[in-house]
Every structure is written in structure tokens, then in C-alpha cells.
């Protein structure tokens, strides 16, 4: 009977992470899933051994089950069935090896651990035998990428997926944002049954907007503002991605003034009864071609600015 290293299986350390193993097993399980190795049969045997692995390995109570046994295996024939003794004071049991490790695992680990189950148990015969359980194998985990514009991000969109001959709608609620991860169960690659089936994950990519600028649920937008409002005041007509709104400008507002418009930024995912705030950064526009007839009130302007800032100089001296 040949010991099965799980750890060499998925090419990780003994030490790794639970987060280590399930990366490892990911990774393999995209190499060599069957899809992508048709008629390959030692791509579909290590697709199968790289899922009992993660059986394993995944869980942490059957995973410390296996690192206390794992290496003492062969041990195991030089005692009588039922009763195992590891030496130098580790542990004694004698009885049915399955009441040691229970049927919460499903008797996914190979013949290895079928050797300390036994084949249809040790009272003689009553119960199932497990080797016909140790092809049960639950299926990888897939991956895939979603890009939308902001405001699709903004108002919620939807899209289709194909996963082998499936068309699975994919429906990112208002408020998703770059990089979000969005789990649809048992939509994953196939297993042993439908229930053993892994998840698809879709990942979210936004589109930089043109205009707006995303920091978390807050908007940053530029909005360009002529000079005679700029020193009038007025109003401004700023485009939101909900509608346009109407911004009062005060009059000799400063280039680079920043207004905030409460509740017209992004909305929180998941409660679109909440938004973050939209920032509007006043930029004055300079005419740069003048009439004739402008040009010469300019000057006019700058002739009365002079001798008025002049005088007032002039009193301070």
C-alpha cells in the first residue's frame, strides 16, 4: 500500500496556511481539470488526487488527523485490524478505526486512510464500505473578471457569463466597486455530483471615468467656471450620475475652491439608502480671444482697479 504525501500533492510546506493550501489547490485544479485535458488520463488521475488532497489538507480537523497518522501508516499492518499502538508513549486504541475518526469526512482519503477504516467496518459486516466512497471529490473553484463603467457601478447592471454550456446572469448590485469579489455557489467546475460542485468567484473591474474621480464612495469631479461668474457669482449646472443639479457660485469664488454636495457620490453597496459626497473643484476659465470692444473695458477695469488700490496705498504710507 502506498503512502500518499498530500503536502507534495499540492506542492506546499507542512507549515503552510490553511489560505497556502487552498491557493495550491486552485492553482493545480485549473492546470488540470479535465476541460482542459480532454483524453488526458493522468491529468483526470491527478485531478482526482489533487481534490482528495484538498480533502484533506482543507480541513483542519482531517488535516490534524492526517499529520498524526500520516507518517506511522505502515506501522499499522504489524498490529492486529482494530488496534494501533504508535509507540514512545503517543496514543493506543483498540476497536473500529471508523468510531476513531467518525463519517463527518465522507472516507475521502485514499486506500491509506481505508486501511485504518476498514472495509465495511470491524464488527464483521453491518456497515458500508468506504471504499466506494473514496471517488467523491468536491470540484475547484473558478475565477473570472466582470468590467463595468462607473455608472454601471452607480445605478447596478447585469451580465451574462457562459461556464462550459451554462449562461449564468451575473447582477452586480449599486455601489460595486474595483476589485470586489462576488461568490455564486455551486457554479464552480464539476465534482464527484452536483453537490460536490466548487464556486465560480467573479471579480469586479471599473472603468476610470472621464470625468469623475472614485475615493472610496465619495466623488471628486472638476467643473470649469467663466470669469464673470467667477467674479459675479451665479449658478453652475453640474452633471451628476444621478442628474443634473444646480450649484450656487459665490461671488469672487477663488480658483480651486472645492464645494461639497452632500449625497450625490457613490452609493453604499447593499443599502442604496445611503451615498457618499460628490467634491466639486471650481477651475476659472481666463478668456483667452477678446473682442475689441472687450478688451478695451478690460482696460477700463484695470485703469479704475489701479487708481483705486493706489489711493489706498498711498493713505497707508
Known sequence: MEYKD??????????ASQDEIKKAF????????????????????MFKLINEANEVLGNPESRKKYDTLGENWNRYQEAPRGQYDQGGGGFRFEGDFSDLFGDSNGGNYSDFFSAFFGQG????????????????????????EVEITLDEAFHGTS??????????????????????LLRIRGKGAPGSSE??????????????????????????????????????????????????????VDAGVQNGKTIRIRGKGMPFYGKQDQHGDLYVKLQVS?????????????EQLRTQYEEKHGKAHKQEV
Open 121 to 144: 467496518g470491524g464488527d464483521g459486516g453491518g456497515k458500508k464500505s468506504r471504499r466506494s466512497r473514496t471517488s467523491s471529490f468536491r470540484g475547484g473553484d473558478y475565477e473570472a
Open 6 to 15: 498530500y503536502y507534495k500533492i499540492l506542492g506546499v510546506d507542512k507549515k
Open 195 to 248: 453537490k460536490e460542485r466548487g464556486d465560480l468567484y467573479v471579480r469586479i473591474r471599473v472603468k476610470p471615468h472621464p470625468l469623475y474621480e472614485r475615493r472610496d464612495n465619495d466623488l471628486y469631479f472638476t467643473k470649469q467656471v467663466d470669469l464673470y461668474t467667477a467674479v459675479l457669482g451665479g449658478e453652475a449646472i453640474i452633471e451628476t450620475l444621478s442628474g443634473a443639479i444646480k450649484v450656487k
Open 159 to 180: 451580465r451574462i457569463i457562459q461556464v462550459h454550456d451554462e449562461k449564468i446572469r451575473i447582477s452586480p448590485k449599486p455601489g460595486a466597486y474595483e476589485g470586489q
Open 26 to 45: 486552485r492553482k493545480l485544479a485549473v492546470k488540470y481539470h479535465p476541460d482542459k485535458n480532454p483524453g488526458n488520463k493522468e491529468a483526470e488521475d
Open 286 to 298: 481666463i478668456p483667452v480671444s477678446l473682442s475689441s470692444e472687450e478688451r478695451k473695458l478690460f
